[in-house]
Each structure stands twice: as structure tokens, then as C-alpha cells.
């Protein structure tokens, strides 16, 4: 149990997991109740890919641990659930230790009448500048998207683009060029680096300067490639070019960094603080974005912000839809209140996700408004959740069968 006194006797009664697919995508999340009737909190546990693993952690092995703590002591119930399974780490355990930070960071808020960023010290900057996703199977699509954004007033932009029969990370190819390959998603490299350019340059052409252009590799570059194409992407002046190598090979990041004449951001793969950390520390990224969830939730990333703050690296967590709107407002109580902020992933949530978790955060005309109700000022309506069970499948055909022209397999 608690091993002091605690200044309020405000005391865990339950966890539970929701766990919900409005989006055909598995939000996790946590509910720690309290002995103040009323008072509870939300936390986001979200991993999509493997959301039972997650639900098991935290109801065979995390409930015990926190119901009868005191809801005050957010640090050390962190450092008993990380240290408690002694082999700690990893996507599944972290987002468990995730969903409980978050839920505990929710009900110290309402406790203080206080949205959660004023508790880590106030705005450092009106709302949260956001960058969105434009694709298509081809550069003039892609492009086409991109101008539909900026219209609606998005100034941050990443594009993506496949190409006849093959695709790219977050673009489909055309279907038909390659009727005879044995897999449904080809990728070649040799394509990739010699139209990739080739769409920025299309890019700056069409779309001017005014607008900040991003692109995501997904890990599919060996280091060496990595620096190929960052150079050929030079003159077209990326805010940044994301995870260009595999997580397999960070240790090589520092000398892709060092040869790349854009911004290198990368992290969301990162499943453990060190490792993120280390990204900072061997000067591997000049911008840090990780997973929220998948490296322990606020309290850890909140130190690797202090970090990146130290050491003149940038932030832009990750966030497309595989993080709940809970995940959304915590990487919005980040960003409001580090110095190191360079720019946030943001997502349009659907209406139906407004309606299971009234509060989710607003993102309109470049900009994600968090809401300003105590904690992360987020309900969720358990009802409504019920109604879109989790499924099982779907990001496998991505992450795990993108084939190169002889058929193996690539690195997602
Ligand atoms: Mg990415």
C-alpha cells in the first residue's frame, strides 16, 4: 500500500479498460475511479496492432498494484508499475504504465480545478500548430490534396506519393503496372529516391513557399539511402524528413543527421525513455517524435521535453489515429507548455469520436484547440463506446506485407 501518509485520503478504487473502434482503429483507454464519488480519470493506453496484450497487462497485472494507492502520488505508482514486471519496456508494458500516468495527470487536474498543461506551468503559446497528411497514387493528386489543406489553412503540409503499381508509405500506387507480382503493396527503393524529389520539386512549383512541406520515409532507408535522398531534397527546404531509418539502425542516426542537409525527426518507434533519450543525447534527431504511450505516457516524454529543450532539439509527437483523444490532449499539454515545440501531427477526428469522448480536441485552420476544462478536460461515454468493438487486423497489410520487387519483405 502507500508507504506515507497521504495529505488528502483521496484513494484508488478501480481500473478498467474501454477499449473502442470508431475509426476501425483500437483506442485503449484507462479509467482509474477514486473514493470521491465522481472524481476519476482517463489515460490512454492505445496500441492498435496488439490492444489485448494491453487490456492484459493492466487487468491481470497493473490493477492490483494501484487500487488502494493514493491518487496523489503520480511518480512513484509510475516507477511501481514500471519496475514491478522486472524485464519493463517494450510497446505493450508502456502503454499499460501509459494509460495509468495519464489517468492519475486527469484527476490531479480535476483535483485542481486546472487543466493539466497549467499544472506543468502554464501556455508557453496560444493553440498548436498542426501538420496533416496530403496523398495520392500520384504527384498531381497528392498535390491536389495538398492544396484543399492549405485552402482550409493548414501551413504545414506532409506529402506523400506512390507511383504506377507501387506505393509509398501513406500513398497507394496505381493498380495494374505490375500484373504478375506476387504481392499486393510493391515498394522499390530505386523508384522511391528518383521520384521523391521529383514530387518536391512538382511541389514548390505549384504549391510556392508559403507553406511548410514534411515527408515520412517509414523507416525503409538503409542509413546510406537515407543521406541519398536527403541531399536530393535540399533545395526544396523540408521542415523536416521523417524516420528515415529503421529503429534497428538509430545507432546509425547521428551520421545520417550529420550528412543531411534537412531536418531529421524521428522516434515513434522508440519503446523505451533511454532509447528516445539516447536519440537527443548522440545528436541523432533535430526533432524528437515519439509515441507518447509507447514510451510510459506524460511523465516520461515530459523529461525527454526538458531534454530535447537542453540540447536545441525539437518536439512533434506522434499522432495520427492510432492515439486516443486523451494521448491527443496530452501531446497538446506538451506542446503548450515546452519550449522545445517544433510542430504537432494532428488529426481531424470524426464527429462519432466527438461523441464518444466529449472535449477531444478541435483541429481546424492549422491549429489543434485543447479543451480548458480541469484535467484533460475529456469524458467518455462508455455507451457509445460500446457500440464500435475492437477489430482485429487491418494495419497488418502495411506494416507487414510491403514487399520489394524480388518479394521480401520491407521494414514498415
Ligand atoms: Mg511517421
Known amino acids: 500500500m502507500t508507504p506515507w501518509p497521504a495529505r488528502e485520503d483521496i484513494r484508488i478504487t478501480d481500473l478498467r479498460v474501454i477499449v473502442t473502434a470508431p475509426e476501425g482503429v483500437n483506442l485503449v483507454v484507462v479509467r482509474l475511479d477514486t473514493s470521491v464519488p465522481g472524481l476519476s480519470g482517463l489515460?490512454?493506453?492505445?496500441?492498435?496492432?496488439?490492444?489485448?496484450?494491453?487490456?492484459?497487462?493492466?487487468?491481470?497485472?497493473?490493477?492490483?498494484?494501484?487500487?488502494?494507492?493514493?491518487?496523489?502520488?503520480?511518480?512513484?505508482?509510475?516507477?511501481?508499475?514500471h519496475f514491478s514486471s522486472y524485464w519493463r519496456g517494450g510497446p505493450v508494458l508502456n502503454s499499460a504504465l501509459s494509460g495509468v500516468d495519464m489517468a492519475l495527470w486527469d484527476i490531479a487536474g480535476k483535483r485542481a480545478g486546472m487543466p493539466v498543461y497549467e499544472l506543468l506551468g502554464g501556455r508557453l503559446r496560444g493553440d498548436v500548430p498542426v501538420y496533416?497528411?496530403?496523398?495520392?497514387?500520384?504527384v498531381a493528386e497528392t498535390l491536389d490534396h495538398a492544396e484543399s489543406l492549405i485552402a482550409a489553412g493548414f501551413s504545414h503540409v506532409r506529402l506523400q506519393t506512390g507511383q504506377?503499381?507501387?506505393?509509398?508509405y501513406g500513398a497507394p500506387g496505381s493498380r495494374g503496372a505490375y500484373p504478375?507480382?506476387?504481392?499486393?503493396?510493391?515498394?522499390?527503393?530505386?523508384?522511391?529516391?528518383?521520384?521523391?524529389?521529383?514530387?518536391?520539386?512538382?511541389?514548390?512549383?505549384?504549391?510556392?513557399?508559403?507553406?511548410?512541406?514534411?515527408?515520412?520515409v517509414h523507416s525503409r532507408l538503409t542509413p546510406k539511402q537515407a543521406v541519398v535522398l536527403a541531399r536530393s531534397l535540399e533545395p526544396y527546404r523540408l521542415f523536416f524528413l521523417e524516420d528515415p531509418v529503421a529503429p534497428e539502425h538509430y545507432d546509425r542516426l547521428p551520421e545520417v543527421r550529420a550528412a543531411s542537409p534537412v531536418p531529421?525527426?524521428?522516434?515513434?518507434?522508440?519503446?523505451?525513455?533511454?532509447?528516445?533519450?539516447?536519440?537527443?543525447?548522440?545528436?541523432?534527431?533535430?526533432?524528437?517524435?515519439?509515441?507518447?504511450?509507447?514510451?510510459?505516457?506524460l511523465t516520461p516524454a515530459?523529461?525527454?521535453?526538458?531534454?530535447?529543450?537542453?540540447?536545441?532539439?525539437?518536439t512533434?509527437?506522434?499522432?495520427?489515429?492510432?492515439?486516443?483523444p486523451v494521448g491527443a490532449a496530452a501531446n497538446l499539454a506538451l506542446d503548450l507548455t515546452s519550449p522545445a515545440f517544433g510542430i504537432q501531427e494532428g488529426h481531424v477526428y470524426p464527429d462519432v469520436?466527438?461523441?464518444?469522448?466529449?472535449?477531444?480536441?478541435?483541429?481546424?485552420?492549422?491549429?489543434?484547440?485543447?479543451?480548458?476544462?480541469?484535467?484533460?478536460?475529456?469524458?467518455?461515454?462508455?455507451?457509445?463506446?460500446?457500440?464500435?468493438?475492437?477489430?482485429?487486423?487491418?494495419?497488418e497489410r502495411w506494416a507487414g506485407t510491403v514487399r520489394r520487387p524480388d518479394g521480401a519483405i520491407e521494414a514498415p
Open 132 to 138: 496533416v497528411h496530403a496523398s495520392g497514387a500520384t
Open 180 to 216: 504478375l507480382a506476387p504481392y499486393p503493396d510493391g515498394w522499390s527503393v530505386q523508384h522511391y529516391l528518383a521520384q521523391t524529389p521529383k514530387l518536391f520539386a512538382a511541389a514548390r512549383e505549384r504549391l510556392g513557399d508559403d507553406v511548410e512541406l514534411l515527408h515520412d
Open 43 to 81: 489515460g490512454c493506453a492505445t496500441f492498435h496492432q496488439r490492444y489485448d496484450a494491453v487490456v492484459s497487462a493492466l487487468t491481470t497485472h497493473v490493477r492490483e498494484l494501484v487500487v488502494g494507492r493514493s491518487a496523489a502520488d503520480i511518480s512513484d505508482i509510475g516507477r511501481l508499475v
Open 302 to 314: 515530459r523529461k525527454l521535453a526538458d531534454l530535447c529543450e537542453l540540447s536545441g532539439v525539437q
Open 353 to 395: 469520436v466527438h461523441e464518444i469522448f466529449p472535449g477531444t480536441p478541435v483541429v481546424q485552420a492549422g491549429y489543434a484547440q485543447p479543451s480548458n476544462a480541469p484535467g484533460w478536460g475529456i469524458e467518455l461515454d462508455e455507451k457509445l463506446a460500446a457500440e464500435h468493438p475492437p477489430v482485429v487486423g487491418g494495419h
Open 264 to 297: 531529421i525527426a524521428c522516434g515513434e518507434l522508440a519503446v523505451s525513455v533511454p532509447e528516445a533519450a539516447r536519440l537527443v543525447s548522440a545528436g541523432g534527431v533535430d526533432l524528437l517524435r515519439c509515441h507518447v504511450s509507447a514510451i510510459g505516457g
Open 164 to 168: 504506377p503499381g507501387l506505393g509509398t
Open 316 to 324: 512533434a509527437w506522434h499522432a495520427p489515429a492510432d492515439v486516443s
